[in-house]
């Protein structure tokens, strides 16, 4: 994200920081708590690498951590995960539900896309997806016609068919 698009909590947060805090949202909407060992299980990373990110995160306010107890984020901790994970969701389904990629797919771009997207191609993203969904002309088929040009591998001489029959109409 473009350091406008930041708040003051998330200003500077790396990939891995970022992916902490989804985690720990994650863990506490899902088993109503979140601790080291869950977190590293999560991510697949070793418990060192997990406190050692705790900790830097508990320095920001982002977490409340302490050795053997519960993780929990902090109200700014919860909005920047929120946001994060919002991100991610959306990433995923337009990946998904519009351009047709797989779900496993899908979900490894998300997360990579989540950290490099700023605010204004994500909202230019949201956008397009609402336009397609709602505007008449486009809709559903159009998604669908869209996923079959792609599986054709893009024939053009297919779209001037089309074109050519839109226009004898």
């Known amino acids: 994200m473009s350091a ?6 998330d200003h500077e947060l790396s990939s891995s920081q970022e992916d902490y805090l989804e985690a720990v949202c994650l863990l506490v909407q899902r088993d109503k708590v979140a601790r080291v060992r869950d ?10 690498s997990v406190t ?5 995160l508990s320095g920001r306010g982002l977490v409340n ?5 519960v993780v929990t984020l902090t109200p700014t901790g919860e909005q920047v995960a929120q946001k994060i994970t919002r991100t991610h969701t959306f990433l995923r389904r337009f990946l998904i539900g519009v351009l047709g990629i797989s779900p ?11 950290h490099a997207v700023d605010g204004e191609l ?20 159009w998604v669908q ?13 297919h779209c001037k068919n089309c074109r050519a ?5």
Do not use: W
């Open 165 to 169: 029959d839109r226009s004898s109409e």
């Open 104 to 114: 496993d797919s899908a979900e490894a771009n998300a997360c990579r896309l989540e």
């Open 65 to 69: 951590y302490d050795p053997y107890e």
């Open 122 to 141: 994500l909202e230019r993203l949201r956008s397009f997806a609402e336009f397609i969904e709602h505007c008449p002309r486009t809709g559903p088929d």
């Open 39 to 48: 977190i590293a299980e999560h991510m697949k990373v070793g418990m060192p």
């Open 52 to 56: 050692a990110a705790l900790k830097n």
């Open 4 to 9: 406008k698009n930041k708040s003051a909590a």
């Open 145 to 157: 016609e869209f996923l079959e040009f792609c599986n054709r591998r893009q024939d053009p001489e």
